[in-house]
């Protein structure tokens, strides 16, 4: 079967609805691979082991990481179940990006970023990543945030195992328009 589309399952399964297939996610978000597997294949998503090893090592944005005994899977980030991903606060740089479009601009003026169904608001580090993000929802639009300044004000910063810098919020007052 096709990666793109086993890939495309195991983010709705292991990010927003894994009783779907019957399986569930531990607190951290990690599920058992033989589970996983069998609870697909009942479903007419066909895999193995090798396979699936495959989809995480390849992934253009690293979705998805196997723990360290190889038993387990989870999505590194963009969940709108609860998990918690025991991620640890660091220093952002100076300057993260995020893509968007002009549609919400009227709106993020007024009351900055929202996390909407994520758990949290997801910036990149760099242009090429956010115009990417931005342009999944048509002419992409790029904010910057002050995201030192942010830090310096209280907000916590998380960077996920692919490398998406993640908050709770971002207040207008730190967003740079075009
Ligand atoms: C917008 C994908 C109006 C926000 C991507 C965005 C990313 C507001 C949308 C990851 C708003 C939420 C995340 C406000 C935020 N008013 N609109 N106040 N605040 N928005 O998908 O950042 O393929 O939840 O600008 O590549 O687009 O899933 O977030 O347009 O890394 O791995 O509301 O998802 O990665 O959309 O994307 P999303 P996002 P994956």
Redesign the pocket.
Known sequence: MDQKRISKFL?LVLRHEPGKIGITLDAQGWTDIHELILAAGRHGIHFDRKTLAEIVGTND?Q?FALSEDGTRIRANQ?HSVTVDLALVPEQPPEILY????GK?LK??RT????K???HH??LSRDLTTAT??GQ??GAPVILSIRSAAMAEAGHLFFLSDNG?WLTDTVPPEFIGFP
């Open positions: 983010s944005k979705r963009g995020h893509g968007t479009v919400f709106s993020i009351t900055g970023l929202h909407g169904e994520r608001v997801h990417k993000v999944r929802r998406v």
